[in-house]
């Protein structure tokens, strides 16, 4: 089917090294081929964990303890051995000793390499040349696709500048393209309203209103957000078309990656083919896949919105529960998964149960502890749902916390 696969451009395309062009034509490529989709992940998983180091100064008697073990090292009786395997560089060493040492030689080789990327990388470039701001402020290349959109109260041309803190808007007529700095892209359609918040190496922001963007975002996790009234969307790499109606309700849909959407210590885990609602005053609904049956996508909106009503001797919580368990597919633990979270007591233990029935757990779960609300023992249950994630999910549990 594909003519080209990119596996040798993956390694520049996760760190930024390709042109624009090139970026997203990768890009286009990934979202339609899984063979070099899975090599990206692994990829970029890597990347992520490397990118986690700290940059410290080594001390002095670090250097003068290795050349002390160096000296000690057997050398004649022991001799090195090439791996034969094509492809691999790495020698292996013939004793436990200089298997450890060459651990310690390639993790600060790693280091090194990332302390060197992080001194020597360029800033973002900045729009010194946009009318509607002073040269320190950064901004962002606007692209007219039809219509007329406007940045603040100024027409675009074929191409504008969208400042720090300016507003693009586009009427029922006008499309427009955002260039995200240089990790990726989005396109604003018709009726929206779209705010620059910042645009700096390791934080781009946008705050939509209202309307409709899609974006196609090829840097690392946690690097691109848009704010809406009820929920953050938190890029994990990824294209995903976001929707926000006048009443402030959003709705996330994801074509490829992760997103999180979040909002005051909520969050919900979005992956490809999944979507979720999310509501002013109540933040991110349960998502769950685009092909879930009516049932259970009808069920999870009376449950997000908890309304007091009875029917028949049951809330409508309890009600829309009962639904959304029954009409739950194995696919659907996504959704269910979700629910441990957002139950408590007797509801817990019927998700618990039907997740179960779906997706037998780990054997370090148990109903006892996750009915107690064990942490660790529902995020190692999330690992088994089998979306490709469990690398990614290791990494985001271990990045610091948002404070913005």
């Avoid at 090294?17 to 979202?31: D, K, T, Y």
């Avoid at 701001?133 to 109260?153: E, F, K, M, S």
């Avoid at 992760?258 to 909002?263: L, S």
Wanted: net charge neutral; aromatic share 8%.
């Amino acid at each position: 089917m594909f003519r080209r696969h990119v596996q040798q451009q993956l390694s520049a395309y996760v760190h930024g090294e390709l042109s624009p062009s090139e970026m997203q034509r990768v890009a286009a490529h990934l979202q339609q081929c899984a063979r070099c989709h899975a090599e990206y992940e692994e990829i970029r998983f890597g990347a992520q964990l490397a990118s986690q180091l700290r940059h410290e100064t080594a001390p002095d008697d670090l250097w003068a303890g290795l050349e002390s073990l160096l000296e000690q090292a057997p050398n004649e009786h022991q001799p090195l051995h090439a791996d034969k395997r094509p492809g691999t560089w790495l020698p292996v060493f013939a004793s436990p000793f200089k298997l450890a040492l060459s651990a310690v030689a390639l993790a600060l080789f790693v280091a090194a390499g990332f302390w060197w990327r992080s001194r020597n990388a360029q800033p973002l470039p900045q729009a010194a040349d946009n009318p509607l701001a002073n040269a320190n402020t950064p901004a962002w290349t606007v692209t007219r696709l039809a219509g007329q959109p406007q940045i603040g109260a100024h027409p675009l041309a074929a191409t504008g500048k969208l400042p720090l803190g300016e507003w693009l808007v586009t009427d029922q007529q006008s499309r427009a393209q955002i260039s995200v700095g240089q990790i990726g892209e989005v396109k604003v359609e018709p009726n929206s309203r779209i705010q620059l918040l910042r645009a700096q190496g390791d934080e781009h922001r946008l705050a939509m209103t209202r309307g409709k963007m899609e974006a196609l975002i090829w840097a690392p996790p946690r690097q691109f957000f848009v704010n809406t009234p009820s929920a953050t969307a938190v890029d994990l790499g990824c294209a995903y078309t976001l929707e926000v109606n006048d009443d402030g309700i959003g709705q996330l849909r994801v074509t490829l990656g992760w997103v999180a959407f979040e909002w005051q210590g909520r969050e919900s885990f979005v992956p490809a083919e999944a979507m979720c609602i999310t509501r002013p005053g109540l933040g991110p609904g349960t998502p769950y896949f685009a092909d879930a049956p009516e049932k259970l996508q009808q069920s999870l909106a009376l449950f997000d919105t908890a309304l007091p009503t009875d029917l028949g001797g049951l809330t409508q919580r309890e009600s829309s529960l009962t639904t959304a368990l029954t009409a739950a597919r194995k696919r659907d633990a996504l959704t269910l998964w979700h629910l441990l979270t957002r139950t408590s007591d007797a509801e817990r233990g019927r998700v618990y149960d039907r997740l179960a029935e779906l997706l037998p757990p780990p054997q370090s779960v148990t109903r006892a502890g996750v009915l107690a609300g064990d942490r660790a023992m529902i995020d190692a249950w999330w690992e088994k749902l089998d979306l490709g994630s469990s690398e990614w999910w290791r990494l985001w549990k271990g990045a610091p916390p948002q404070t913005k």
